[in-house]
Every structure is written in C-alpha cells, then in structure tokens.
C-alpha cells in the first residue's frame, strides 16, 4: 500500500487514538517490551500515557491520518521551562510514521504542526535525540528540516527500574 501526502491530515490525538497508536508504535518493532507483551498490554499502557498527555497543557500528541481514517504517524512533544532559558523548550519524545506511509512527507509534516504550537507559545527552541544508528540519522532528517545537531554535549540516562 502506497500512501501519499495529499491523503493525509495532521490533527491533534484523541483518547480513542489508542488502539491506532498502539498498532503503530508495535509494528515499529524497536521495542523489546512490547514484543514480549500481548496487544492488550501495550494498548493499556499507550492509552494510560496518551490521557496523562491530553489531560495535561505540558504535552501535545498529534497523528497524521489517512483518508480511511487510518492512523499512519504521529509526534508527541513535551513543553518545559528552563528556568535559565526565554521561552519553554519543546523535547520531542516520539516521531514515527508507519513504514508504508514513509518518505512522502508526513513526518515533515507533524514536525511543523509542533513548530507552529512552539511559536505560538513562545518556545525558545525545541530538542529531540536522534540515535545515530537510525536510518532517519544517516538519511539527514532532522538536518533536512532545519535541526542543528549538538556536538557539544553527552545525552546521559540513567535507568531507574528493570524494563518488563
Ligand atoms: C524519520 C521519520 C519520522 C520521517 O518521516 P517520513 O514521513 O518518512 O519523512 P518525510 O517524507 O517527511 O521526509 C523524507 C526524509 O525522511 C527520512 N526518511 C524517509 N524514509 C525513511 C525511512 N524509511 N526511515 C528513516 N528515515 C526516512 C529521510 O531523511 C528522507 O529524506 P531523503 O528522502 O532525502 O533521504 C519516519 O521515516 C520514521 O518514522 N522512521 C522510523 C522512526 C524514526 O526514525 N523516528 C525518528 C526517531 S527520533
């Protein structure tokens, strides 16, 4: 299935999103913990984050729809206040599209959809990490839309419990 940009629309998420969201972020296939667990697990687990985002004026979920109503992509960003910086930072912590829907725009397209909500609230600048063994990396997404990459600083986790 080919999907192209025209038949595409960029809308703020719903709670009923769930179940699509869900669907997507499994097909990607880049999470350990969702192959070990059942559909309805992740769907439990997706939807319990997507209410705490939509409850919340600190977080924006936005999906990209098909003219089937098919989910196909979306971008979660997280809006927070450096106490040293101007205007908030808006930390990308989620940009997929399904595999099929790739490389026509769309995720172009939520990422401007999240620059338009940055500006209107007076964002400073927004931030993402980009693992550098992804594909999007080599292939120069986020250079091609306009990101500076950082060289001058560690990106540092620390877990803080085992992943079930
Ligand atoms: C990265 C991603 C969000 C880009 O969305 P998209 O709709 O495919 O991208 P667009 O059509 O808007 O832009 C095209 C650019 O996206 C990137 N891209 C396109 N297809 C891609 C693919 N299959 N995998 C990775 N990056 C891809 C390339 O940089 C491409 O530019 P190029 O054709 O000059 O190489 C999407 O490919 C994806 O979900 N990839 C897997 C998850 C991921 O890497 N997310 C970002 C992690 S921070």
Redesign the pocket.
Known sequence: MTITHTDIRIRRARLEDGAGLSALLRS?GWFPQMEAESEAATLQRVTRHLDACLESSCHSVYVAVGNRGQLV?YVSVHWLSYLFLPGPEGFVSG???A?P?????????LLRAVEVEARAKGCFRLQ???RRK???YR???YA?EGWRERSDGASFVKQMREVC
């Open positions: 990607i992509g940009l997929f599209v595999a829907a790739r490389g026509s725009g769309v995720g172009g397209s993402v990490i980009n992804r594909e999007s292939r120069g997404f091609k």
